[in-house]
């Protein structure tokens, strides 16, 4: 089958590799229907060194079971499921409450023996635990949509539950990528009053005000943490949402969030070390949560209003590529042509 | 008066200084009946600089009011009063919150003109909302135990709300100071099922035994997190209260968190830069919180069984000073001879 790997940064090659196979009884392998390239591939594609390459890319994806290990049941063969962008067994003490990402029989696509989802087929550990069936007969238009569910969507909706918004609260949410832009989504779902959406992208902050965002700052630094304090009564918010990953946005949810707040961050961190002493997150009491995002545990809870079209997270997508054009996607991505990419095999 | 000053690290005397006056219509004057010396000023007895001081120093006491200020209500002189280590007007939002260590009124003892509780007096600013009555019957013998609501039992039990202890819980404590070992009183009131107390000096971990610590663990670093492992099947434990401050603590709490759990944090951080990336923190959804208590927000919750004898945090008091006696009071709590000093003005 063709399947994309990124063999060092900037260097994404869509190539020939043997189709997946069942490898344990608990695997099932779906042909991927629809996948999409995440704003935490272009961390690799900033980074990778040829040393590390190359590496299966993608990890969300919806497709149709096309084999079934002999551990599997709940799925047959041609059901259209979507799959978590982590494996996860769905039955162990953490995935019970609700923490899949620490699964110890779970992991991640692409890495190790595990694909990735940018290919014509996935092999699926756990497969069970892992995939969600949907309906059969959904309608094509609402795949965009349903899609997000593996990701972006969960994603920003754990940052919204990790800072636990409430009915009236007021929230900041750091970045203007499909995640940022789905924390706003989530956090107006859970009743935020105020959404303050930092990001400099026009189209897409656009898209943040569809979804809720009730203020935008393009502003970003000092000079955007002065912007929150001067809406919020200089207090900042209880709750700040940093999608994005970088140590600028983590010092600019340090400076936009209210005493006794939350900085939830569900934007991989690309550094380890960040001030947590008394000048940042101690003294003013500010609880610093977050991680990747369980979302096996949301898929349940988000997939009617998805169904119904109640809301609509598969307008993140502004570009549809095919699996070929897979490397100009990563491009499109990188150089903000494209907010987020569709991969129609 | 006669109050306490440390003039730079290892240097604490006890002089002559102005009699503390009302300056503020919200002020009071207290005249001191018990302080004490707190983990947290040997911080400074560590590494103060000679620039710094001379800095008075105590922030915890029971006293009775002396002089009052024209907009104090709720108070007579001659009241018995505790005072919170941190004052506040008990009426802003942060206040109604409960977070009265970011009340933008309130402020800290030994600190800019208001003066150090290791004194005959103090001058407590915002003495209305800051200052507690107690009966004025009380018996002397509970004195210890209410001068620990003032910091120690309410960081104690700040530590172990923020991390949401509940019935049930696995807790684990780093520190055995007064602190630490009132983190573990508070565990075990909030529900806590296995409380796991981190600290080496046999008699504090005794002590904490006393309090509820159901295991004692001596050893530090990658051997004390592989104990706290060893008794939680490898996962740790949901809640780590942290009550050191030093990097090491933090490294431990790291270590012995479970994951999705949390971190609650109450030692003054003695640094401002910590691993919170996806190695330690991020990976596996732990949580960071903590920072200065409100304690004024927990005394009336945990005043009753001070006040009838179900519990007696006055315990941690292991030494009897006089005012003049103050310097050995933190010569002895540095060398680790005393856990906690009393000063008997």
Not at 106 to 134: C, D, F, I, N, S
Not at 257 to 266: A, K, L, N, Q
Not at 321 to 333: D, F, I, K, T
Request: charged residues 20%; hydrophobic residues 40%.
């Amino acid at each position: 089958m063709r399947a994309a790997f990124m063999y060092k940064a900037g260097d994404v090659r869509v190539e020939d590799t043997p189709d997946p196979v069942v490898k344990q009884p608990t695997d099932a392998v779906v042909r991927v229907v629809r996948s999409c390239v995440c704003g935490s591939d272009l961390h690799p594609y900033h980074s990778l060194s040829a040393a590390d390459g190359p590496a299966p890319m993608g990890h969300e994806f919806l497709g149709v079971v096309e084999e079934l290990g002999s551990d599997v049941s709940g799925l047959r063969r041609g059901d259209l499921v979507v799959s978590p962008f982590a494996f996860a067994d769905n039955t162990c003490e953490y995935c019970r409450e609700g923490l899949h990402t620490s699964c110890p029989k779970g992991g991640w696509y692409g890495v190790g023996e595990v694909g990735g989802a940018q290919a014509e087929a996935v092999r699926v550990p756990q497969a069970q635990g892992t995939l969600v069936k949907l309906p059969s007969d959904v309608d094509s238009a609402l795949l965009p949509s349903l899609l997000t569910l593996a990701d972006v969507y969960g994603t920003g909706y754990h940052a919204a539950k990790q800072a636990h918004v409430r009915p009236g609260d007021a929230v900041t949410v750091i970045g203007d990528g499909a995640v940022g832009l789905l924390a706003v989504l989530s956090a107006k779902q859970l009743g935020a009053e105020r959404i303050i959406l930092m990001g400099r992208h026009k189209d897409r902050t656009d898209l943040g005000r569809y979804f809720g965002a009730t203020d935008v700052i393009p502003e970003r630094g000092e000079e955007g943490i002065a912007k929150v304090r001067d809406l919020t009564g200089g207090h900042g918010t209880r709750a700040v949402l940093e999608a994005v990953g970088h140590m600028p946005a983590y010092e600019m949810a340090v400076g936009a969030v209210r005493p006794g707040g939350v900085i939830s961050r569900v934007g991989v961190p690309q550094y380890e070390d960040a001030p947590v002493g008394f000048g940042s997150l101690f003294g003013p009491n500010v609880t610093l949560t977050g991680g990747p995002a369980p979302v096996r545990a949301y898929i349940d809870e988000l997939l009617p209003a998805v169904l119904d079209g109640t809301v609509e997270p598969g307008r993140v997508f502004d570009r549809t590529v095919s699996l070929e054009e897979v490397p100009q996607g990563y491009r499109a991505m990188d150089r903000r042509e494209a907010l987020k990419v569709l991969v129609a095999p």
